[in-house]
């Protein structure tokens, strides 16, 4: 069983529509993720949360606006995506951020086609 | 930035098969993972790894941080082992590999 949930599982949506992705974690860990999957491709980072705040943001679009709004919450703001954007987005935490070298444990992901 | 590569791209396996799956980084690492990614899209945590070798039922792995790569061994293979594998290397942020997909057939 995965301890990280991911909701909504699918989700559709317009170019002009607003909709979000959410994340939650009940490990007690300080470090949350959002890494975008793309079809046969391996996943890439997008945001890194540590104590809440955000401490990376890879290059990512103003189209995607992450938010933490505490340390087990972990959203993803989505508005005016393109086609392109239609991916597998995935959830991740783990007990400090990236360069304490802990395990990182990831949700089932939201996979999310844009129309 | 840091490369990771896997081999091979593509197994494909009869059920009761061995295999060895190699993950080769181009930098000294803080910490390897792997990691099996169901049909589903789940990535689920195999192995935490930075050096030496673990083992879990069948699956064990072995990581040689001084020459760069790390191994995955799966053996006696059954239909729920077919997925994508992907190791993922930690140096400022976790850098995944290119992913090896394995069927296995019955």
């Known amino acids: 069983d995965t301890e990280v949930t991911q909701t909504p599982k699918h989700l559709v949506m317009g170019m002009t529509n607003k909709k979000s992705l959410k994340c939650e974690q009940h490990?007690?860990?300080?470090?949350m993720y959002w890494y975008k999957q793309k079809a046969k491709k391996p996943p890439e980072l997008m945001f890194v949360?540590?104590?809440?705040?955000?401490?990376i943001n890879e290059s990512v679009p103003s189209r995607f606006s992450p938010e933490c709004p505490n340390s087990s919450l972990l959203n993803l703001h989505l508005h005016a995506l393109q086609p392109e954007d239609s991916a597998l987005y995935l959830c991740?935490?783990?007990?400090?951020?990236?360069?304490?070298?802990?395990?990182?444990?990831f949700g089932e992901g939201s996979w999310l086609t844009v129309v | 930035g840091i490369q990771v590569e896997q081999s091979p791209p593509d197994l494909i396996l009869q059920e009761g098969a061995n295999s060895t799956l190699r993950c080769n980084f181009s930098d000294s690492v803080n910490n390897l993972q792997w990691f099996h990614q169901n049909p589903w899209g789940q990535l689920i945590n195999l192995f935490y790894?930075?050096?030496g070798t673990k083992q879990n039922g069948r699956l064990s792995a072995t990581t040689v941080a001084t020459e760069r790569y790390s191994l995955l061994y799966i053996s006696s293979s059954q239909t729920t082992d077919s997925g994508v594998y992907f190791c993922?290397?930690?140096?400022?942020?976790?850098?995944f590999g290119t992913g090896t997909r394995l069927q296995v057939f019955p």
């Open positions: 991740a935490s783990s007990q400090e951020a990236h360069y304490s070298g802990n395990t990182i444990y």
């Open positions: 790894i930075p050096s």
């Open positions: 949360y540590s104590y809440e705040k955000l401490s």
């Open positions: 993922a290397a930690l140096r400022d942020k976790l850098i």
């Open positions: 490990m007690g860990h300080r470090a």
